[in-house]
């Protein structure tokens, strides 16, 4: 049974250094640094499964991804989840709209793409435009084989696009709650 919800929207506040999940919550971002081709964002997080997030929003792939520090007693051996989505960039703020596909980086695992089935059905209900759908399908694939023609290593691909990512040396991890 497919999950079937609205897109979800997110607000990235750099100015007011807030992030605007889509349940509305406002969470407090300890780092925006914004670069020519996109914007990394470094925030605590409470979720029981992790603690701190770090993202990268790339509007010219409709991706954003993501580095979640797992707390201690969470075993996984993810190393990136890449939401696609679209990307809106106003000069002061970034909107992104997920477009349901997602794509998930492991240490010793394929890379997988989830959610196709999330993308068909809010498409058929008409929650995403066919226009929508479309654009998730061909980032979707652009990525799929950039990364495996990188010997499935997404900072390889990236970098070769021209996407050099950093990442912090270290976080400190916000308690659960």
Not at 90 to 97: A, N, Y
Not at 142 to 169: K, Q
């Amino acid at each position: 049974m497919v999950d079937l919800h609205p897109v979800k929207e997110e607000l990235f506040d750099i100015p007011a250094r807030l992030n605007i999940d889509p349940k509305g919550f406002h969470r407090a971002v300890d780092t925006y640094e914004r670069t020519d081709f996109g914007l990394y964002m470094g925030r605590g997080a409470d979720h029981p499964r992790f603690g701190y997030l770090e993202s990268w929003l790339l509007p010219a792939l409709s991706l954003r991804i993501n580095i979640f520090h797992f707390r201690p007693h969470v075993t996984t051996g993810q190393l990136y989840y890449c939401d696609v989505a679209e990307i809106i960039d106003d000069g002061e703020r970034m909107r992104t709209r997920d477009l349901y596909i997602d794509l998930v980086t492991h240490r010793d695992k394929d890379l997988e793409v989830l959610d196709i089935d999330e993308l068909a059905a809010a498409t058929a209900a008409g929650l995403l435009s066919p226009a929508d759908a479309e654009r998730a399908i061909e980032a979707t694939l652009h990525a799929v084989e950039g990364i495996t023609r990188a010997g499935d290593d997404l900072m390889a691909w990236l970098r070769a696009e021209g996407y050099p990512l950093t990442w912090a040396d270290s976080v400190t991890l916000q308690p659960a709650g």
